[in-house]
């Protein structure tokens, strides 16, 4: 059975600080990785996808992706109390039209 | 640019009565659609998908069905509710094997 594993937290991060977000997975042929932002009460909302290895940055987030190791992480960069939700990561393997997601990691940002 | 809707936003039913619910899809055309059920402190568990008008595929046994009479529309329905079936339901929608984007949510409470 594929799995996405994720520490569930709560990890906290004073605000201005860099947060570490990660998460493994066991299906080795899993090709597209995700993370979703959300919000108590609200739905998963996209920040970023990657499909290769190495990093991708888009803004103040970097997704990291290690498929060897079976690891994609992410970062937050100058972390805001807006930023303070659960992160969802969700994985799809080779041939199969659906999404994996772990349990998420809350993250809370201290002022 | 692509919307998804759902309603209700939220709903109080009591047991063993029935459930609709609906999703919509703006701005695509073939989509992939999901429903998921998120309980409380608890991880997305996918319940149904569909590729394509009338294929459904479910993924867990249970007393919930689904129907996707029009391509960019998909109900979620049960003829007998369980205090059980309470949670947030998500649909969600992608292009095929591309990035899955959520509905707002409906709120689930089956007293």
């Known amino acids: 059975q594929k799995e996405v594993e994720q520490n569930s937290g709560p990890l906290s991060v004073p605000e201005g600080a860099i947060a570490s977000l990660n998460c493994t997975y066991s299906d080795r042929g899993s090709q597209s990785f995700f993370w979703y932002r959300q919000y108590s009460g609200k739905s998963p909302e996209l920040i970023m996808f990657?499909?290769?290895?190495g990093d991708k940055e888009d803004g103040r987030f970097t997704a990291q992706l290690n498929k060897a190791s079976q690891y994609v992480s992410l970062l937050i960069r100058d972390s805001q109390p807006s930023d303070s939700a659960t992160y969802l990561c969700?994985?799809?393997?080779?041939?199969?039209?659906?999404?994996?997601f772990g349990k998420g990691t809350l993250l809370t940002v201290n002022p | 640019s692509q919307t998804i809707h759902q309603w209700p936003a939220t709903l109080v039913q009591p047991v063993g009565s029935p459930l609709s619910l609906e999703c919509t899809v703006e701005?695509?055309?073939?989509?992939?659609l999901y429903w998921y059920r998120q309980a409380a402190g608890r991880g997305l568990q996918l319940l149904f998908y569909?590729?394509?008008?009338?294929?459904i595929s479910s993924e867990v046994p249970q007393n919930l069905s689904a129907s996707r009479p029009q391509d960019r529309q998909f109900i979620l329905s049960s003829k007998k509710l369980l205090l059980s079936d309470s949670g947030f339901y998500l649909c969600?929608?992608?292009?095929?094997?591309?990035?899955?984007?959520f509905g707002p949510g409906t709120r689930l409470t089956v007293l």
């Open positions: 969600a929608w992608e292009v095929a094997g591309d990035t899955q984007y």
């Open positions: 701005g695509t055309s073939n989509p992939n």
């Open positions: 969700a994985v799809r393997g080779g041939s199969n039209y659906k999404l994996t």
């Open positions: 990657i499909y290769s290895n």
């Open positions: 569909s590729v394509g008008i009338g294929q």
